[in-house]
């Protein structure tokens, strides 16, 4: 007789250990979602797309860490939700909105009321910080409840913020204090949105602090404290840097970093309307230095970006090559016509006019020794680079590589790139790799390569294949 597999549930609700998970987890990433109850363009929660997030983290521990695991050195990431929008979109607030909402477009009204609204919420005061504490009380109630269920745990627990989310962990962690410096049980929030005996009314409470060593506009709310100390923080396509400038902070400094938190990782999609970068509002002279590209989970840049960059050094190289040829032909036929008289003003002049509108044109620069090779900026050398304090000092903007068809029309792909995170490989695999940095423990060097069938990835596939010969092929082959 044939069994069921049996299943064992996560301790939280809708959640369920797939048979085949390993049962060492070696670190916990709590996540917070962003605007609204969805999370990605096929209306799934919050817990669906973990679900999702969790499936390519163990996928890439078998693929990129197998040594390790087969060592048992690594087990694997446990990935736990964190929901806050519930505790805002209470019955009355959904009421009193509902009371002042059109009755036309009433599918455009209620996205709006469900999503859109809980960036005016979060712009509040008053539900400013019953977000914030919401927050942070699942976050704790959920470190709370995995710790009381796997009394063995010895790993270390990392936040992950998506979108307003990252902007929420990111106001917690800057107003974290050290457990010596935090105030007794009895001078704390009893309840969300209640207040002490020791705590003054909200509107007798609105002063103004600031966050940064520049600027003034963050309004003097209560703040939760974590239980625990994160080991990382991990921003996907984060307002972050928009909502600090229009706080009217100019610079966060390069002495400004999270109390309890050393690490933080800004991740974004180049086509993500809602991610900004960080690192210019640490050092101004970080707006020209682009951020590090993330390497593709295949080992190397996708294919269509390597050919762009490719064909842009050719084009560079064919412009100073036709500078030299107009040179050298307008050089003979002046001295042919003056008689080998060469007159050095004009040539000069000459030189500088095909320069500007040879070499210069739009669109095209000369190559330089750091354009080189076939990639303009490698991984290592942005990763020299010391920014601030946020991080430890170390790179903090890590931009993903966008696909093929995302290239053609960037405004297409604009709504679908803010919520790509879930289902990225490349980002999963960051993700991993700084985890169990932090544990001593480096990916394999060789990654297995596999022969898949033909799908939207060709050039994934493609790329293993060029890699294989060293060449490209005339024809690409489907399987």
Not at 319 to 345: E, G
Request: aromatic content about 8%.
């Amino acid at each position: 007789m044939q069994q069921k597999p049996r299943t064992v549930k996560r301790g939280l609700e809708d959640f369920e250990i797939s048979e085949g998970e390993p049962t060492q987890v070696d670190h916990l990433l709590l996540v917070v979602h962003g605007i609204g109850k969805v999370c990605d363009l096929r209306f799934r929660s919050l817990v669906e797309v973990v679900d999702d997030f969790r499936s390519v983290s163990l996928q890439l521990v078998q693929s990129h860490f197998r040594k390790a695991s087969e060592s048992g050195q690594v087990g694997r990431v446990e990935v736990l939700p964190v929901e806050w929008h519930q505790a805002l979109h209470t019955e009355d607030i959904d009421k009193r909105l509902a009371d002042i909402t059109l009755p036309s477009i009433p599918k455009a009204r209620e996205f709006t009321n469900d999503t859109i609204l809980d960036v005016l919420f979060y712009s509040s005061p008053m539900f400013s910080e019953k977000i914030v504490q919401a927050v942070g009380a699942e976050v704790n109630k959920t470190y709370n409840l995995f710790m009381q269920r796997n009394p063995g745990f010895a790993g270390r627990v990392s936040l992950g913020g998506h979108s307003l989310g990252s902007l929420i962990l990111f106001d917690v962690l800057t107003h974290q204090k050290e457990m010596k410096e935090r105030p007794s049980p009895e001078d704390e929030v009893s309840e969300l949105g209640g207040h002490t005996r020791n705590r003054p009314p909200l509107a007798r409470r609105m002063s103004y602090l600031s966050i940064g060593l520049q600027g003034a506009t963050q309004p003097n709310i209560i703040y939760p404290q974590l239980n625990f100390y994160p080991n990382a923080f991990f921003a996907f396509g984060s307002p972050i840097g928009m909502f600090v400038t229009v706080r009217g902070i100019e610079s966060l400094g390069e002495d400004f970093r999270f109390p309890t938190c050393p690490r933080f990782f800004n991740i974004f999609h180049p086509n993500d309307p809602v991610a900004y970068r960080i690192e210019a509002l640490i050092s101004n002279e970080m707006a020209n230095v682009p951020p590090i590209l993330i390497p593709h989970h295949k080992g190397r840049k996708r294919m269509h970006l390597e050919l762009k960059e490719t064909m842009s050094h050719i084009t560079a190289a064919l412009k100073q090559k036709l500078v030299h040829s107009v040179r050298s032909t307008w050089n003979t036929v002046y001295q042919l016509a003056m008689f080998q008289r060469p007159d050095s003003a004009l040539k000069s002049e000459v030189d500088k006019v095909l320069e500007e509108e040879v070499l210069h044109g739009p669109d095209v620069q000369p190559p330089s020794p750091a354009l080189s090779s076939a990639h303009s900026v490698t991984e290592d050398q942005g990763l020299e680079i010391q920014v601030g304090s946020l991080n430890g000092g170390n790179r903090i903007d890590y931009v993903l590589q966008e696909a093929p068809l995302e290239t053609f029309n960037q405004y297409i792909s604009a709504v679908r790139s803010h919520v790509v995170y879930w289902e990225s490989e490349d980002t999963m695999l960051m993700v991993l790799k700084e985890i169990y940095a932090s544990m001593d423990i480096k990916p394999d060097s060789q990654v297995p390569q596999h022969v898949l069938p033909f799908d939207i990835n060709a050039e994934d596939h493609y790329s293993e294949y060029t890699d294989s010969i060293g060449a490209p092929p005339s024809t690409f082959i489907r399987k």
